[in-house]
């Protein structure tokens, strides 16, 4: 294996998710086209997770560039107080008409984790607006996982295993089970009953719980928390970050439940994976609590580069897409190969589950999948097990082969680990890294 090249050093880079005293040297990729990653010693790896679930189009896509490259040479940035510029205007326009009902009033930002935060924001801001400054607190679901900043860390289960360090410090969530029955239902409208004063919102990962786990729900279990939402007199924030735009099979999952959340959180593959934008949209009525004479009822919130020029016209470039290609079709395809080419992993021993949705495909296993990404990297594949998790998440583009190539890896290494395993039950939710 050739020398890696002579800038990759963990001298000065502080790498996401990983112990830097024995964290080994990153893959240098120095290209990449289609699903496939290219490494500076020549080797090209089929890219099974979308670079964290963002590449929907896949890599350099040639319509997204050229709308890059035109936006790039007209205007890059721009601040977006008391100035404005048509990328923006646009891209929030096309997003109100693709979302459900009345979701019409769009705040950029450029993570979803901030994405989050803004939405969170929003919900105490729009009670105590409306006088009503005692709601301030926020129902989330157990293995639910809305992002790293404090507030997002604040609506995540500490029981996903990576905010454990901040216990004591971050305000806790009120937590609950999803109504997947009577019971829990009624479980969930018993705590509701007696929190509804003080609390603001429920949010929620509609169709399918991320990082948490990759667990997934019925579209029924979604329409019962809108219902309970509106019983109790509460906001639904739907956060779409990782299912927004396709990944499960509609462009958004809410539409699978014929539910209208009153704020919801996009990024991710929002702009494709070309560059960080997100944003947070909410109801007319969400809205309107915002307006009046009084300054103070404004949302005090403005992030540097929100709304950057550059992204939206990635954003815009990848509407285009959507709307041009057959997108929805191709996820449904790829719902259906993996769903026939994982399920014999179903037979293997320490396989707890085998799940898929859109294109997601999961491989849930009795032990952690520690130690399993080298495996595929021989296999020519890049994929990226947590927990107790090995998943794939394709480009959306990718050809029946190359996910073939993917699904194959996979059965390989979980039948290859399930040889060895203990079949002991540890650490379901215990990440490895996301």
């Known amino acids: 294996m050739a020398e890696p090249p002579n800038w990759l050093n963990l001298d000065h880079v502080w790498l996401p998710y990983a112990q830097m005293a024995a964290a080994p040297q990153p893959l240098p990729v120095v290209s990449a086209a289609g699903v496939r990653l290219k490494l500076a010693d020549g080797r090209e790896l089929i890219d099974g997770i ?13 319509h997204i560039v050229a709308a890059v490259q ?17 990328p923006a205007y646009t891209l929030a326009a096309r997003l109100a008409a ?3 009902g009345d979701l019409d009033h769009v705040f950029f930002s450029e993570s979803g984790s901030v994405a989050v935060e803004i939405a969170l924001k929003m919900a105490l801001q729009y009670w105590r607006n409306r006088g009503e400054p005692a709601r301030r607190k ?12 404090f507030m997002a860390m604040a609506v995540t289960d500490p029981a996903v295993g990576m905010h454990d ?20 239902s009624a479980a969930l409208d018993a705590l509701l009953e007696r929190e509804a004063p003080q609390l603001a919102a429920v949010i929620i990962e509609p169709l399918v719980q991320g990082a948490g786990g990759l667990r997934l729900h019925d579209a029924a279990t979604l329409a019962r928390v809108r219902a309970a939402c509106d019983r109790h007199h509460l906001l639904l924030i739907a956060d779409e970050i990782m299912t927004g735009f396709g990944r499960t099979g ?13 704020i919801v959180c996009l990024s991710k593959a929002l702009t494709a994976g070309t560059l960080p934008l997100a944003a947070s949209v909410a109801r007319r009525h969400v809205f309107a609590a915002f307006l009046g004479t009084e300054f103070e009822r ?3 919130h403005g992030p540097t580069f929100m709304a950057n020029a550059l992204a939206c016209a990635a954003a815009n470039a990848s509407l285009d897409l959507f709307d041009a290609e057959p997108r929805l079709a191709q996820v449904a395809a790829i719902e259906a190969q993996l769903a026939r080419e994982l399920e014999p992993c179903r037979a293997l021993p320490g396989v707890v589950d085998v799940r898929v949705k859109g294109a997601i495909g ?19 594949v890049w994929l990226r097990p947590f927990g107790n998790i090995v998943y794939v998440m394709p480009p959306f583009v990718i050809e029946p082969a190359d996910l073939a190539t993917l699904t194959a890896a996979i059965c390989e290494v979980v039948a290859a680990r399930s040889r060895h395993a203990t079949h002991e039950p540890h650490g379901r939710d215990a990440h490895d890294v996301v």
Do not use: N
């Open 50 to 62: 979308s670079s964290w679930w963002t590449a929907c189009h896949g890599y350099g896509h040639p």
């Open 70 to 86: 035109q936006q790039a040479a007209q205007l890059s940035h721009v601040m977006f107080a008391g100035l404005a510029h048509a």
């Open 98 to 100: 693709k979302l459900p």
């Open 138 to 149: 926020i129902l989330a679901f157990r293995h639910g996982y809305h992002g790293d900043t």
């Open 165 to 184: 360090a901040f216990r004591g410090i971050v305000p806790p969530a009120l937590l609950a089970e999803l109504p997947r029955d009577a019971a829990t």
């Open 250 to 262: 509609t462009l958004f999952a809410c539409e699978q439940a014929g539910i209208v959340p009153d």
């Open 298 to 300: 404004a949302l005090m």
């Open 362 to 380: 999961v491989v849930e296993l009795a032990t952690p999948a520690a130690g399993l990404r080298a495996d595929f990297i021989e296999r020519g």
